[in-house]
């Protein structure tokens, strides 16, 4: 399974976009990149995946270039509410066991 | 929807007893679910894969007789930690793979906080 690098904490400020980036160099052909948030004693919740280019939903956007050896997640305007750990994962398709390999993940920390 | 749930939220028991954690897929069937464990200020990570009706898969380094999965049915599965001591003492969440979605997109329960005194 290929392996995410990403930064392993990053401060904001509410309303501001943060973009948090991930790089995954050995991505196979047909992995998906999946990121996850994940609340103090909670479990993660889905937020986004792709495979390439841009993906936006009501939550986030992610951005893949061409080569997909990285990938951003970009939330808009955040509150203290998105202050939580993301993790970014990459994942192989349907058919495969399918195991989530979690990183250390980014520790957002949004500021008023 | 595509909810699971966790039962109980938060325990704590004597060292040497054994303790269930229940994990329910509510309104979707879950041909997979995975076990994970977390110790403060530490990722997730992943313990087991089971699949309805038959025997889980444990990752290295993870004692199936200590840890005991079952999976009955497409919307249970239970872990069963045996003999628990204090080193046993995380956070245990499980995730579920919805029957008609890719592995990709996985349902994570709420977690149970496990406590051996």
């Known amino acids: 399974l290929a392996k995410t690098t990403q930064p392993i904490s990053m401060d904001s400020y509410e309303g501001q976009e943060v973009n948090i980036t991930c790089s995954h160099n050995?991505?196979?052909?047909?992995?998906?990149i999946t990121w996850y948030q994940q609340f103090p004693s909670q479990g993660p919740r889905f937020i986004i995946q792709?495979?390439?280019t841009k993906v936006t939903n009501e939550v986030a956007s992610l951005f893949i270039p061409a080569d997909r050896k990285s990938s951003t997640l970009s939330l808009p305007r955040v509150s203290l509410s998105d202050t939580a750990v993301y993790y970014c994962?990459?994942?192989?398709?349907?058919?495969?066991?399918?195991?989530?390999?979690f990183g250390k993940g980014t520790k957002l920390s949004v500021k008023p | 929807g595509a909810v699971v749930s966790q039962h109980p939220s938060r325990v704590i028991c004597k060292s040497g007893t054994s303790v269930k954690i229940e994990c329910r897929s509510l309104?979707?069937?879950?041909?997979?679910m995975f076990w994970y464990r977390q110790f403060p200020k530490q990722s997730l990570m992943l313990m087991a894969t089971?699949?309805?009706?038959?025997?889980?898969?444990?990752e290295q380094g993870v004692e199936k007789d200590k840890f005991l999965i079952n999976h009955a049915s497409l919307t249970l599965s239970t872990l069963t930690v045996t003999s628990a001591h204090p080193e046993d003492s995380s956070f245990y969440i499980c995730?579920?793979?919805?029957?008609?979605?890719?592995?990709?997109?996985?349902?994570f329960g709420p977690g149970t906080r496990l406590t051996v005194t």
């Open positions: 995730s579920a793979k919805h029957r008609d979605r890719g592995y990709h997109e996985q349902y």
């Open positions: 050995n991505i196979a052909t047909n992995d998906y």
């Open positions: 792709g495979y390439k």
């Open positions: 994962l990459v994942v192989p398709p349907g058919g495969s066991q399918g195991n989530l390999i």
């Open positions: 309104d979707f069937q879950a041909t997979t």
């Open positions: 089971s699949n309805e009706g038959s025997k889980a898969t444990y």
